[in-house]
C-alpha cells in the first residue's frame, strides 16, 4: 500500500532561517508529488507539485521541492522563513494514472518566531 | 471563482446520533472528494465521485458512513450512527477534470469539523 512518511512534527525556526522538510513515500510506480500548505483557520492549499520533467520545481511563495526518485523522496525547502509561513503542511503523493487519490502525510507543524 | 463550499462549519453530536455535511463544489468541476482528517493526521480519502458515480470508496466505512452527488454537483456525506472516533475535520474537494483528476487541480474546501461526544 502506497504511504508518505514526514520526518519533522513540529518545526520552530527564527525569521530568516533556513527551511528544510522531508517527505518520503512508498510506491514503485509513476508518482504525482505535492505539498500542500494549512494556514491558521483556512483551507488546504497547493504550495507546489510534480508531475515530470525537472526534479526542482519552484512553487508559490518561494518555496521549492526537489523529486529524488531513487531515494523515494520530495523534501520541501524555503531559504529564509517568514512569520508569515506559521502553518501545517502535508506532503502528498498520487499514483499516476489511477484516480485523483491523494495519499497525505501526517503534516508537519511550522512555527516561525519574529 | 467561488470556492468549494461546505456547511456547517462546525457540528457537534453525541455518539449515536446522526449527522449530515453539505459540499457545493465548483461550478463545472466533475470530480468530487470527500476526506476526513483526524487530529495530528494527514487527510485519508473516503470517497470520490466522477460527476455522480462512485470512482472509490474502498476506504469508506459503509456500515456507517453513506455519501451521495445529486445529478453530479452537490454532495452530501451522512454519518449514521457516530462513534467517538468519528471526531474529525471532513473536507471536501473538487477538481475540473474526469480521470486522474489530480492534473487539473484540487480546489479543497475549508471543511466541517465534527466533534462526537
Known amino acids: 500500500a502506497q504511504s508518505v512518511s514526514q520526518h519533522n512534527h513540529h518545526v520552530i525556526l527564527s525569521e530568516a532561517a533556513s527551511l528544510e522538510l522531508g517527505c518520503n513515500y512508498s510506491?514503485?510506480?509513476?508518482?504525482?508529488l505535492f505539498w500542500y500548505v494549512q494556514y491558521p483557520g483556512q483551507h488546504l492549499q497547493l504550495l507546489l507539485k510534480?508531475?515530470?520533467?525537472?526534479?526542482l520545481v519552484k512553487g508559490i511563495k518561494g518555496f521549492e521541492a526537489e523529486f529524488i526518485k531513487s531515494k523515494f523522496s520530495f523534501n520541501l525547502r524555503k531559504p529564509s522563513v517568514q512569520w508569515s509561513d506559521t502553518a501545517e503542511y502535508f506532503c502528498?503523493?498520487?499514483?499516476?494514472?489511477?484516480?485523483?487519490?491523494?495519499?497525505f502525510g501526517q503534516g508537519t507543524t511550522l512555527q516561525v518566531k519574529p | 471563482e467561488a470556492g468549494v463550499a461546505q456547511s456547517p462549519r462546525y457540528k457537534i453530536i453525541e455518539k449515536r446520533q446522526s449527522v449530515a455535511f453539505w459540499c457545493n463544489p465548483i461550478?463545472?468541476?466533475?470530480?468530487l472528494y470527500w476526506y476526513q482528517q483526524i487530529l495530528g493526521q494527514g487527510p485519508k480519502l473516503l470517497i470520490q465521485?466522477?460527476?455522480?458515480?462512485?470512482?472509490?470508496d474502498s476506504q469508506l466505512p459503509k456500515d456507517r458512513f453513506s455519501a451521495e452527488r445529486l445529478k453530479g454537483v452537490d454532495s452530501t456525506l451522512k454519518i449514521q450512527p457516530a462513534k467517538l472516533e468519528d471526531s474529525a475535520v471532513y473536507l471536501c474537494?473538487?477538481?475540473?477534470?474526469?480521470?486522474?483528476?489530480?492534473?487539473?487541480?484540487?480546489?479543497f474546501g475549508s471543511g466541517t469539523r465534527l466533534t462526537v461526544v
Open positions: 474537494a473538487s477538481s475540473p477534470r474526469g480521470g486522474t483528476g489530480v492534473n487539473y487541480g484540487y480546489t
Open positions: 510506491y514503485g510506480g509513476t508518482v504525482n
Open positions: 510534480y508531475f515530470s520533467g525537472d526534479p
Open positions: 502528498a503523493v498520487n499514483a499516476a494514472g489511477n484516480t485523483g487519490k491523494l495519499i
Open positions: 461550478s463545472g468541476h466533475a470530480t
Open positions: 465521485f466522477q460527476n455522480n458515480g462512485v470512482v472509490d
